[in-house]
């Protein structure tokens, strides 16, 4: 069993005001070990009048912050970007024992999750507002950019890390403060962040962290006006209550929920670079990732040679413990995850799909799924119309390039979606044709710090990282000047 080198980075308590806390009341929520279902450890649940106090403590912080210099807040993420990748290790660590997945993703989802910090301390130099031609001589238009105020950000469990970084760091850098409610499946990322940020000189009260059940934490966040803005993470279900839950106090929302990717393989693609992508984009996360292939449509005159290729290496994957011997697959977040995979792959066989890939070598263990293709999948399947978010493949046969696209569109989810061919034309006509907000060629990633990530139709609001990033963080302040 891997240790710790630096033990402190396990915390047990929350963050508020700069005092690592209990709760009040003395609730703890366990936080288990996806691979053995034993206790990690204990985080406090954490109540309204405790959140009351995250947020006060945050607008307190506010002023302060946002009167340092754009220099100044950069200066101090960097240090953050760099004490990460100093404790990468650790961090890794906790992220894989926590979550499941192989302790090499969670090691690359701690340097993406860097990425982040040091792009937007970057970025924070780079806020600048415009003037604007006036109507009379007399008169001058500034636009100012000045930070919206105190920012509720709400993450899931299946990137502990990154999808905090990608938040707290373009709020901070806009100079934001926040209220950060990590998944009660994974808090422990989230508070080995408070305690970097805390060592890399981040203000008391700049960076709050609630822990527990999320039902009276998301109530006063969502009631509160002194929070300006959420930026959530998660599932459309729960986008959709606090997009409800904030109209009332009218705050600033952004909302990354979830997808239903086509993976779309026509007959004129590269086949190697398409098996590729197929395994990164399907497979990454044990498939529990929201970009992450969830229909995969190949095209009639290349079916067979694909589904035989993709299953050959699926058949060869290694499923174990994430902080053991190197895998592929790790353990599934929980068994309700386990549960859905389940249904989807009985839904399938029952409707007439068939399984292509042979089964690993499976490991002792509630949670793990067993890595399938499986083809002659149709639509009226759920898993046609739901995410799995596990490590299943369906491949879906058709003709031509208009069917494709209209099984492609078939969702009201749009994040992202895939395809390869090795032809400019049909590139382009697909890529306008695909109603989603990231769209890869000829490759299975789309994540990136330079690029925006986000998506359309129910899959959310607003988009993360690129320079953009920063927007979503800044309200627009235009002054007159008259009498000049
Ligand atoms: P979830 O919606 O169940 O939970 C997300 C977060 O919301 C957790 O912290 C949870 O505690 C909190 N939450 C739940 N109910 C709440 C409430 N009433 N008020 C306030 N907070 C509440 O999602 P999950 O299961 O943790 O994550 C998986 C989902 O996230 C998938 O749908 C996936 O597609 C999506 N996701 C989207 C992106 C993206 O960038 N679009 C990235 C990662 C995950």
Not at 283 to 299: A, E, H, P
Not at 463 to 484: N, S, V
Request: aromatic content about 6%.
């Amino acid at each position: 069993m891997k240790t710790l080198n630096d033990k402190s980075l396990f915390r047990e308590q929350c963050l508020i005001a700069g005092a690592w806390r209990n709760a009040a009341s003395g609730a703890s929520v366990p936080v288990t070990d996806p691979a053995t279902q034993g206790t990690l450890g204990h985080v406090p649940d954490v109540c309204g009048a405790e959140t009351r106090e995250a947020i006060a403590a945050a607008d307190a912080a506010f002023a302060p912050w946002k009167a340092k210099t754009h220099a100044e807040r950069g200066a101090l993420l960097e240090a953050w970007h760099r004490l990460m990748l100093e404790h990468e290790q650790d961090l890794a660590l906790i992220l894989s024992l926590e979550q499941g997945k192989p302790l090499s993703e969670a090691l690359s989802e701690i340097r993406y999750g860097a990425s982040f910090v040091k792009w937007f301390a970057e970025e924070a130099r780079r806020v600048g507002g415009t003037t604007i031609p006036s109507p009379t001589a007399d008169r001058r238009i500034v636009i100012l950019k000045e930070p919206v105020g105190v920012c509720a950000i709400i993450t899931p469990w299946n990137f502990p890390n990154a999808m905090i970084t990608r938040k707290v760091a373009p709020a901070l850098a806009a100079g934001c403060t926040v209220v950060v409610k990590p998944s009660e499946f994974t808090p422990f990322s989230a508070l080995a962040l408070g305690v970097l940020a805390e060592r890399a000189g981040i203000s008391p009260g700049v960076i709050n962290i609630v822990t527990g059940m999320p039902a009276e934490i998301g109530t006063e966040l969502m009631a509160n006006e002194t929070v300006r803005k959420i930026s959530f993470t998660g599932s459309t279900r729960v986008g959709s209550v606090l997009m409800r839950g904030a109209a009332d106090s009218i705050k600033r929302l952004s909302l990354e929920l979830g997808g239903n990717a086509p993976f779309i393989v026509f007959d004129d693609a590269d086949i190697d670079l398409a098996i590729e992508g197929a395994i990164v984009s399907k497979f990454r996360n044990g498939g529990q990732t929201c970009v992450c292939s969830n229909r995969i449509l190949v095209q009639s005159g290349v079916y067979d040679i694909f589904a035989a290729r993709l299953s050959a290496r699926v058949s060869a994957m290694k499923v174990g413990p994430g902080t053991g011997a190197p895998v592929d697959i790790g353990p599934m977040i929980n068994e309700a995850a386990i549960d859905k995979i389940d249904r989807h792959v009985a839904d399938a066989l029952a409707k007439g799909a068939q399984i292509l890939s042979k089964r690993p070598d499976m490991p002792k263990g509630k949670q793990y799924a067993v890595p399938l293709v499986l083809g002659g999948a149709t639509t009226d399947m759920l898993l046609a119309r739901e995410e799995t978010f596990g490590p299943v493949a369906p491949l879906f046969r058709f003709e031509t390039e208009a069917e494709a696209i209209a099984i492609a569109n078939a969702t009201p989810f749009g994040l992202a979606a895939y395809f390869y061919t090795e032809s400019l034309k049909r590139s382009w006509r697909v890529v306008e044709a695909l109603e989603f907000g990231m769209v890869g060629l000829n490759t299975g990633s789309v994540s990136t710090e330079v690029a925006p990530f986000g998506g359309v139709k129910q899959s959310g609001l607003g988009r993360e990282g690129a320079q953009c990033g920063i927007e979503e963080y800044l309200e627009m302040k235009t002054f007159h000047i008259g009498g000049l």
